[in-house]
């Protein structure tokens, strides 16, 4: 059979099988060619392909049991999950083999108890237990389905790796991508439906008990393990109550007060002792978790870990006493969500985005390791960075000397406008220079966002900065960090503080002198086509350019130029996009600005706060999509369509808000020519479009 050679181990997989498989229990049956095959075998083996089946009869009870992923490998031969349990129990076993870490999201599982129920094979048991755990828990669930009246017993099962079902699970996005999560049986949630179902988690697993609030079934007993985390099964063995589990589900007689009785000799698991010292000292609860420890050193006086953890604990606390050392300075009174705030902060932990931790995770820890939230980012409007942490013997880097604490560096310079030089207004506020600008390299690509800076150089140049600007892809321990809130950023944000308005404002505008016409057309028809755009931009070029526009495209001129152009324009006509956030820094008071969409939603709310806050100014917005075309396969528009604009509407628009003279008659396309215009776009990108239906997404987050 084939193997999955090329499996990555992820966060929540239990370890791999050890190197070297332990020998069968059990001798291997006699092989079946079909399903109907079994009638009189009280044993056979059905090889299925990528899973195989293994069955033995002791008894009228019948276990179903799946692999999970630090099950397959253990024996050799392979052995059904739970075989020796299955024979303790005198139970009858048929374990469905996986060869490959796929979650049995494959043709041949579900084929294999098709045809074993349409051969009648289930009809010989008085009852029959589907069991899993982890991914042989999600099999349990979904698969059930195929055997009517069958029972479910899951150990910290998920219901779906589909990631619009659950969004929320993070821990396999190997096997999200890579597994099919489209078709029948992705959803064990729904799969499982009004069948009798156990399921035993740990609720402090917060994707563990995700899944399990997705299970509807109105006969569904919930077992709570608190602290034994996924693996929690391993624990249950450890205290002798798996067996008994296994047994009282299978025969129908589960007293779900009597085993949340038996559980509470948890307590005398060293895993769940270090479960509960950790997860006190996470919820700042150290008092409590310092009791605990100083408790369980004199209950068990050989054990280390107790005392262990109360050193650890105690230097931890000292750590965050040196913290006090922290300062907090206040620039003036702004309005919410902005607090003026920076602080100073010894010793600080800066994490960048590391492949064992969470995604997106990053930002700065006290000494003590706890979560500043003022170094929160945002990554999307809806998306924030979720709090970094350490792993156990992770290196940390000391970096000594004052540095100011940037925030995320983005290449592309929308984002980059509008996330990276958020916090860099604190330099106006400091009584001493740092030695660097220090940023976070976003998604953890270091050389990416080190070349990204040196391509940014001339925009800190016209900000007056002559400052060292680093990134580091390792955690660092910095001896003094500069923290500032972010200034400017995603939805309300937009606004700007006053302090980082102030700030950019009066440093961009003293970057040059105003230079060119008053009526100045933005132009994207010159950018890569892959950045997407409009069909027949150039016609908004040719009619704007003979109503005395200057056409201006800002890719092809230096920083200091483009500033020189909005700062001399009373008018803009643009398409949305990065060059608009721009403007709005240095354009003059009393000014017009009308922004074509180039699909049919965008976030025009970001642009009218930015600017109404920036200028006191309205854009003027101009919707006039006829159709978003979109290439290939893809199912919303965003930053890469392609907008159809309705062309008579547009000047007729532009004109009844004063941008055009009265009278002015455009040279507008035909049918045929915006065709042709489609042709060369589908040219230049080598894709297909096709127009979006009614119905389907039309807006997507900006990206410049």
């Known amino acids: 059979m084939p193997r999955d050679s090329d499996h990555r ?36 083996f059905w090889p299925g392909g990528l899973v195989d089946a293994w069955f033995i009869r002791r008894s009228d009870i019948l276990l179903v049991t799946f692999d999970n992923l630090g099950s397959i490998g253990e024996y050799e031969p392979p052995q059904p999950w739970l075989q ?109 439906a009004g069948r009798e179902i156990c399921v035993l988690y740990d609720p402090f697993i917060a994707e563990d008990r995700a899944h399990v609030q997705r ?70 609860h150290h008092q409590l978790a310092l009791g605990a420890a100083r408790h369980l050193a004199k209950l068990e006086p050989g054990s280390r870990f107790p005392r262990r953890f109360a050193r650890r604990l105690r230097d931890g606390r000292k750590a965050e006493s040196r913290a006090q050392d922290i300062t907090r300075q206040v620039i003036g009174t702004p309005p919410a969500p902005f607090t003026g705030e920076i602080l100073t902060i010894p010793g600080a932990l800066v994490l960048p985005e590391r492949p064992h931790d969470r995604p997106n995770a990053a930002g700065v820890l006290t000494p003590g390791g706890h979560w500043v939230e003022l170094s929160k980012a945002w990554i999307r409007a809806r998306v924030s960075s979720p ?39 604190a330099l106006d506020h400091l009584k001493t220079r740092p030695d660097s600008l220090l940023y976070l390299p976003y998604r953890g690509e270091a050389g990416a966002v080190r070349r990204a800076i040196k391509a940014q150089a001339p925009f800190f140049r016209l900000l007056g900065l002559d400052l060292p600007v680093q990134t580091f892809a390792t955690p660092l321990r910095v001896e003094r960090l500069i923290l500032p809130e972010l200034g400017f950023g995603w939805l309300e944000r937009y606004a700007g503080s006053p302090a980082y308005r102030a700030f950019m404002q009066s440093r961009l505008s003293a970057a040059a002198p105003a230079e060119g016409g008053e009526k100045l057309y933005i132009s994207r028809a010159r950018l890569n086509p892959a950045k997407g755009g409009v069909l027949g ?53 009393g000014g017009k600005v009308a922004m074509i969409l180039r699909r049919s939603a965008a976030n025009v709310a970001d642009y009218q706060l930015q ?41 007729a628009e532009l004109a009844g808000r004063g941008y055009l003279k009265p009278g002015f008659r455009p040279d507008c396309p035909s049918e045929p020519e915006l065709l042709a215009m489609l042709e060369s776009y589908e040219d230049r990108r080598g894709q297909t479009f096709r127009a979006l239906l009614p119905g389907e997404a039309h807006g997507a987050e900006e990206e410049g």
């Open 9 to 44: 181990p992820e966060r929540g997989e239990a370890p791999e099988a050890a190197s070297a498989p332990m020998p069968a229990l059990f001798p291997k049956p006699g092989a079946i060619a079909a399903a109907g095959d079994h009638a009189g075998r009280d044993s056979f």
């Open 537 to 589: 931009e150039r016609v908004i070029e040719d009619n704007l350019a003979a109503q005395g526009y200057e056409i201006f495209h800002p890719e092809k001129h230096p920083l200091e130029v483009q500033i020189a152009r909005y700062k001399a324009a009373r008018q803009i006509v643009a398409l949305d996009g990065s060059a608009l956030h721009l403007a709005a820094y240095v354009m003059p008071a």
């Open 84 to 192: 020796a349990r299955a024979a303790k129990g005198g139970f009858s076993i048929l374990g469905l083999i996986a060869s490959q870490r796929d979650w049995y999201r494959n043709e041949d599982a579900p084929r294999l108890l098709r045809e074993l129920q349409a051969a009648g094979f289930f009809a010989g048991f008085r009852r029959v237990l589907f069991v899993g755990a982890s991914m042989g828990g999600f099999a349990a669930l979904s698969l059930s389905a195929l055997v009517p009246g069958a029972a479910v017993l899951a150990f910290s099962p998920q219901t779906s790796l589909a990631p619009d079902l659950v969004p929320f699970e993070k821990r396999y996005r190997y096997a999200s991508r890579r597994w099919d999560w489209q078709g029948p049986g992705r959803d064990a949630a729904e799969s499982s």
């Open 611 to 651: 600017y109404r806050a920036f200028l006191g100014l309205e854009i003027d917005v101009i919707r006039v999509i006829r159709n978003d075309w979109v290439a290939g396969d893809a199912g919303r528009a965003d930053y890469r369509s392609i907008g159809e604009l309705d062309f008579p509407r547009l000047f």
């Open 387 to 425: 709090a970094p942490a350490l792993a156990p013997g992770e290196a940390v880097v000391d970096l000594p000397g004052t540095h100011l604490f940037a925030g995320h560096f983005r290449g592309h310079f929308g984002h980059f406008l509008v996330e990276s030089t958020a916090r860099l207004w």
């Open 215 to 284: 299970l509807g079934s109105s006969r569904l007993t919930l077992l709570r393990a608190p602290l034994l985390g996924h693996r929690a099964i391993r624990q249950l063995k450890a205290l002798g109550l798996l067996q008994g589990l296994i047994e009282a589900m299978a025969e129908g007689r589960l007293d779900a007060a009597a085993f949340a009785k038996a559980l509470r000799a948890r307590r005398g698991l060293l895993p769940w002792q270090k479960a509960l010292l950790t997860h006190a000292a996470e919820k700042g």
